[in-house]
């Protein structure tokens, strides 16, 4: 993949982060209908499972997002600690992925193929996308400093939603190695937001006498 496009692929993905961790499929005009067509294909699952597996998949398509990280160091990013970061969450959110799809092997009431967000919340999440995207456009968007400080913004919410996610699927799950999944990704998730938060209070919001920092 030619490297402009792997930024503007990362542009709309660091963008959709912004918006909310959201699942922006490109499908998003019939969602409801490709959701009753995946739920119909697992009859078995009652009501709990049919909501925690929404809950898994949307854990499977927003560690696409994160995995897309990787593609900020083709674009903007100057700052070795900002580097490490992008880093760490690209490698996190491709294990997540794999380690979600080897549940949906092992556990049949596990789906990760489901699409529950409603069709107004996705239109909302992908006009709020949209509109960011310029501000992280390759050439024409913002850089330097406020470029990185944005960019760890963007995780920061998008990792404290999923972490939060975790939580409450975790206090919903009954299976007890599920549960253990969960809980043990909401530490994985819970490290990254440490991290991402003390880099941006240390380097971007403040210095050590509490004066916010250009």
Not at 25 to 51: D, W, Y
Not at 59 to 86: C, H, P, Q, R, T
Not at 189 to 197: Q, W
């Amino acid at each position: 993949m030619h490297i402009s496009l792997r930024c503007w692929i990362f542009t709309f993905a660091l963008a959709s982060l912004a918006a909310g961790c959201a699942n922006l499929g490109a499908n998003s005009k019939a969602p409801s209908v490709k959701t009753e067509a995946a739920r119909a294909k697992a009859p078995e699952l009652n009501k709990q499972r049919v909501m925690l597996s929404e809950g898994y998949s949307m854990l499977y398509a927003d560690a696409g997002s994160l995995d897309l990280a990787k593609f900020a160091l083709y674009v903007k990013v100057e700052s070795g600690s900002v580097d490490k970061i992008v880093s760490s969450v690209s490698e996190f959110g491709g294990q997540l992925r794999k380690e979600l799809e080897q549940i949906a092997k092992d556990y049949p009431g596990v789906r990760i193929d489901l699409d529950p967000l409603p069709e107004i919340e996705k239109r909302k999440r992908v006009t709020i996308a949209k509109d960011r995207v310029l501000y992280f456009a390759p050439v024409v968007g913002h850089g330097g400093r406020e470029y990185e400080r944005t960019v760890l913004i963007a995780y920061s919410n998008g990792i404290n939603h999923e972490r939060h996610l975790c939580q409450v699927m975790a206090e919903a799950e009954s299976d007890i190695g599920l549960k253990k999944f969960l809980l043990d990704t909401e530490k994985r998730y819970d490290g990254l937001y440490d991290r991402i938060t003390v880099l941006l209070n240390k380097e971007y919001f403040k210095d050590g006498s509490g004066k916010t920092k250009d």
